[in-house]
């Protein structure tokens, strides 16, 4: 059986848990704000908020836009 993890979101300060062995990297989203998180330590739990600016080049542009 899974252990539950619980973590707290840094945006609006929700504890959640999870029903699943987390690994760096894994994402999810804060049932409460809606944030995306990224795991970035699994002892301790620690969770990041995403970068949005990961998608983008070093130009600026964002990968999967269509330019208008």
């Keep these: 059986m899974e252990k539950e993890i619980t973590v707290l979101c840094p945006t609006c300060k929700k504890k959640?848990?999870?029903?699943?062995?987390?690994?760096?990297?894994?994402?999810?989203?804060?049932p409460e704000c809606y944030e995306e998180l990224e795991v970035e330590s699994t002892n301790p739990v620690r969770v990041k908020i995403v970068d949005k600016r990961d998608d983008w080049d070093e130009?600026?542009?964002?990968?999967?836009?269509?330019?208008q």
């Design 16 to 30: 959640f848990e999870f029903d699943t062995d987390l690994e760096v990297g894994d994402t999810t989203h804060c």
């Design 59 to 67: 130009n600026g542009e964002g990968e999967g836009f269509d330019e």
